[in-house]
């Protein structure tokens, strides 16, 4: 379709232009001939940039109506995929954080969404992984989807793709309190074995995966699922599980502790969702009132979410005194906006401390004032899943001298963000921010790392430690908290640190190019997994 | 409390400018709840509000109104190939709702705009 738009503009040229040469050679002796206008689209000069203003909005396919979020017409205009690749160009050279690092490619040779694809960098960080591993579209009215604050639809499971090849292994981290999953008594590392009578750790059959998927990741709630799962004791539990819309609690096993280092709070929190702002405020003052002294923050399992809970939850920690003055974390934009967010013409200001609580209906600070333990230390449990905003917490507590003691294993290295952006129905995520914390640091793209040596800043104090799953969350002899535990009493990691694996060679496992691999996990909530490309994925991948 | 009863009274002075209805007490708005809902009542729900988002599609919980007569709904958090939020940082808006009940009637507010849309077939408890 592109192509023959295009086809049709270098025809309708090649014709004027043989015109005007015939033309040209009969202009004496008959009628002028009618002037045809001369295509005056934009083109592609490799390093000269039109502004992205001038190129939005000018679709290939235009969208008409309403936008729903605006109510005010759509803004698009007939325009071409050239336009679009274009608009993508400008806008990337304008707002993109390693606008530097692209490659000025002819978009002629890719579709749109191929185009957005290569519009990034390809450096590495020092691990070698893509220093660039969040560059993202997909459809707009997809991006649009609301939902109730905290609802996820499915069965409850949190879910841990320990191993994504046969022999797979799905193992529950938790589920989600008075969801069908807690209801049905399915305990923390439950590892499925059959899903509707289909032998989920070893079928290679791409109907059973299908099937699979469908079981797991349920389009409607309603549909009924049952499960056999191993349980960490050996035991076989057999339960049929119905999907529903059921409301997440993200702050979990709150509790006060009696150890040898004091009075020690602790609270699993899974995600930054405005929901939680209370959950938060009530555990703080409960830390207050049992005079707590140590505190442990269970994150291993938060993706991120919202920045200002991000930011209460470290005042929280830290209180007025530390944060007086000083912020939560300030924007690094690229070169070419030092001072102002390119994307809303602002003054960059950081993001306070806030010590209020926030009407996050109406967006305004409250007179409130939170609680505040006001430590000079605490401890952050961590994984791989831990993620963003949750990053940005242990980041902003650094940048203001307190302590983090960090238990558990790598974060996944986001100090980015982006301002998801519409052009033509599709949404785009290029990089457009760093996070960096009072201290102006904010370099830690392959995670934090806990390490009882640390070096660099994006190295933590702390210890070392694989996911326990044979206990439960928040009981003191999980490894991880056991762990902290222990450091906050002798100020160093026990030996050893690391509790088994799910299963002896199942950690890590999970990197399989076998079209036969379970995708990794939370998209589960959403979508499915076990590849063979089961479902499509709500959230399209890159082409 | 007092901003609920606020709340209520000013919804209602809403109404009566746009509709003209008498100031009797069956008239009155009240901030409601549920005591039971079925799957029907809640797409019910879902579709009014998506109507005011131009047909975007809307997810509610199961227990919707039942211990609140305020929802808030906001943009889905979507994960990338690799599992993770795809947008982890970020400060997006909200959308909040309210359930009222208007002498046999409930109404589904929408607090950003003051719309209200009565809902048929559902039952709803005033709760204050």
Redesign the interface.
């Known amino acids: 379709m592109r192509l023959s738009k295009l086809a049709a503009v270098i025809v309708a040229t090649i014709s004027f232009s043989g015109l005007t040469a015939c033309g040209g050679g009969s202009n004496s002796s008959g009628p002028a001939p009618t002037p045809t206008p001369t295509p005056t689209g934009p083109s592609w000069q490799p390093g000269v940039f039109a502004s992205a203003s001038s190129l939005e909005a000018k679709c290939e396919s235009p969208r008409t ?5 605006t109510g005010q017409q759509y803004p698009d205009e007939a325009g071409s995929s050239l336009e679009e690749k274009l608009w993508l160009r400008s806008w990337t050279n304008e707002t993109y954080l390693w606008y530097d690092e692209v490659d000025d490619n002819n978009p002629a040779n890719y579709s749109v969404l191929g185009y957005f694809d290569q519009l990034k960098t390809t450096a590495t960080t020092p691990s070698g992984t893509p220093k660039d ?2 560059h ?1 579209y ?1 459809p707009t ?9 905290g ?1 996820a ?1 499915g069965y409850g499971f949190d879910w841990e ?1 320990v191993r994504n090849t046969s022999p797979r292994e799905l193992v529950v981290r938790f589920a989600e309190p008075g969801s069908p999953a807690d209801l049905a008594g399915i305990p923390r590392g439950a590892s499925v074995k059959l899903v509707n009578g289909i032998d989920f750790v070893n079928t290679n059959s791409s109907t059973d995966i299908d099937a699979l998927n469908d079981a797991l990741f349920p389009a409607d ?2 549909t009924t699922t049952s499960f056999v799962f191993e349980l960490v004791n050996g035991d076989e539990l057999a339960v049929d599980v119905t999907s ?4 997440v609690s993200p702050v979990q096993h709150v509790q006060v502790l009696d150890t040898p280092a004091g009075r020690t709070g602790y609270f699993q929190f899974n ?1 930054f969702i ?2 939680a702002q209370y959950d938060l405020i009530d555990a703080f003052d409960g830390f207050i009132d049992e005079n707590v002294t140590e505190l442990v923050i269970d994150l291993r399992y938060n ?6 809970l ?1 930011s209460q939850l470290s005042y929280m920690v830290a209180g007025p005194a530390q944060t007086n003055n000083a912020y939560f974390e300030t924007l690094q934009f690229n070169d070419k906006s030092p001072n102002r967010d390119p994307v809303t013409g602002n003054v960059i200001q950081p993001t306070p401390f806030y010590s209020n609580e926030i009407d ?2 109406a ?1 305004r600070l409250l007179s409130a004032v939170l609680p505040s333990l006001s430590l000079t230390r605490v401890f952050i449990l961590t994984t791989g ?1 831990s ?4 990053e ?1 917490v242990i980041n902003a507590l650094r940048g203001i001298d307190v302590e983090v003691v960090q238990i558990g294993s790598t974060t ?1 290295g ?1 100090p980015y ?2 301002y ?1 952006t519409d052009n033509c129905g599709t949404t785009y ?1 290029s990089i457009q921010f760093q ?1 960096i914390n009072y201290k102006g640091f904010g370099d830690y793209a392959d995670g934090f790392i806990p390490t009882e040596t640390p070096n660099y800043g994006y190295e933590v104090p702390g210890c070392a430690v694989d996911d326990d799953f044979s206990h439960p969350l928040g009981d003191p002899a999980e490894g991880m908290l056991s762990t902290a535990l222990a450091y906050a009493e002798t100020g160093s990691c026990p030996q050893p640190v690391n509790p088994a694996p799910v299963s002896p060679d199942a950690v890590n496992a999970q990197s399989s190019e076998s079209s036969l691999a379970i ?9 499915l997994i076990l590849q063979n490309k089961i479902n499509e ?3 399209t ?2 082409e | 409390m007092q901003k609920r009863m606020l709340t209520g009274l000013w919804a209602c002075a809403s109404l009566v400018v746009a509709s003209g209805c008498a100031q009797t007490s069956d008239n009155e708005l009240y901030p409601a709840t549920v005591n039971t809902l079925t799957n029907k009542q809640k797409v019910q729900i879902e579709r009014v509000i998506s109507d005011w988002f131009g047909g975007t599609k809307v997810t509610l919980a199961d227990d919707v109104f039942k211990n609140s007569s305020l929802v808030t709904i906001e943009r889905r958090g979507h994960l990338d190939s690799q599992g993770r939020l795809v947008d982890g940082r970020h400060n997006n808006q909200a959308y909040s709702f309210t359930l009222y009940k208007k002498g046999t009637q409930c109404l589904l507010s929408n607090d950003g705009t003051g719309q209200k849309i009565a809902l048929d077939n559902l039952e709803c408890v005033a709760t204050e």
């Open positions: 109506g309403i936008e729903p979020f591993n969040f993202f997909q009215d997809e991006y649009n989807e609301l939902t109730q604050s609802v639809s793709f709630n309603g529903a819309d059921v409301q995600t405005r929901t993706g991120g979410g919202l920045l200002s991000a996050y209906n967006g899943s993620c963003s905003a949750s940005s996944c986001k963000g982006y998801p995520f996070g995708e990794n996990p939370l998209t589960l909530k959403e979508r994925p709500i959230v991948e890159q």
